[in-house]
């Protein structure tokens, strides 16, 4: 999965269209962009659609993205859609591993409900949209066997830190905002799940938001949030791997595999270890896994 792409959940045409974005993932949302007098209509917009892609050859994975916890919609939220059988539910405004523990507990409630297997809805969590947070994302190692990723975002976390903005006037993140993402990379190779970039606001600027894909992959994020359509071609081409890039890992797989047990090989003149075999395997997953994304469409 690399590309997941935002679309609101109280609008059935956007989110038909959204389904020829290319994007791996659409993300239904009852939250943020859902005023709180149009949440029950969005809610049955919403488990409408997941109705009507559900087993649908070629479609998107389908996330939900509720309302937060505390915010006293999350449980109507969860009610409403879980019949739709989305893949995932996304949970906003976490505040550590425990909050996906919570959420886990709500879901094994209700899939019996629906003849839905123990365990098949996900969970992917933002987890640094408050100060609070930022100090809790060793937490999520071990929250939960439903939990496939964990993202951050720049502009709740703003808000709750009073600041101005969040970015220098070149458009990079400013310190707090870079800690954030620096520590939800770490958080989530600890719990060894999918590390996802936040969204790039600018949805214009398509070579800003190349940039900060690029400088996100090189980090070692494998996916990216998308807040418009145009923004998707941009981020599936960065986070799928090269066919050299490819070729690369496999001949160092294969190297090390001739090699026995070696904990050094030499490929190439270049004098190669076990962390070049672990990046050369992981490269070689997520390049697997562009194949599947590919193959849903």
């Known amino acids: ?37 149009a949440k029950p209509a969005a809610r049955e917009a919403t488990l409408a659609f997941l109705r009507d892609t559900l087993d649908e050859d070629g ?40 909050d996906v523990t919570l959420l886990d ?7 019996p409900l629906h003849e839905i297997d123990d365990g098949t809805i996900k969970i992917h969590a933002i987890a640094t949209e408050t100060a609070q947070a930022l100090f809790t994302l060793g937490s999520y190692q071990g929250a939960s066997t439903r939990l496939a990723g964990l993202s951050w975002g720049a502009e709740d976390l703003s808000a709750d830190l009073g600041a101005e903005t969040n970015r220098h006037a070149d458009g990079r993140y400013r310190d707090p905002y870079r800690l954030a993402r620096t520590l939800c990379l770490l958080g989530a190779t600890a719990a060894e799940v999918t ?27 494998t996916a990216k949030l998308a807040i418009h359509p145009a923004q998707v071609p941009v981020i599936n081409d960065v986070f799928t791997p090269s066919a050299a890039e490819i070729a690369r890992a496999e001949a160092i797989v294969a190297a090390f595999a001739e090699a026995g047990d070696a904990g050094v090989i030499g490929l190439n003149g270049e004098m190669l270890d076990r962390p070049h075999l672990k990046r050369a395997e992981r490269l070689l997953q997520r390049a697997r896994l562009s194949r599947l994304s590919r193959a849903r469409r």
């Open 59 to 98: 479609a998107p994975a389908r996330i939900v993205r509720i309302n937060a916890l505390d915010s006293g919609y999350c449980d109507a939220d969860i009610d409403a859609v879980i019949g739709g059988r989305p893949e995932a539910i996304l949970l906003p405004k976490s505040r550590d591993g425990r």
């Open 195 to 221: 590390p996802i970039d936040t969204v790039h606001t600018a949805f214009r600027d398509l070579d800003a938001l190349r940039s900060e894909c690029e400088e996100a992959r090189i980090d070692g994020f």
């Open 105 to 111: 507990a709500k879901l094994t409630a209700r899939e």
């Open 1 to 37: 999965m690399r590309s997941l792409l935002f679309v609101p959940g109280d609008s059935p045409k956007k989110m038909e269209k959204a389904l020829g974005s290319g994007a791996d993932a659409l993300i239904l949302d009852l939250e943020d962009s859902v005023a709180a007098g």
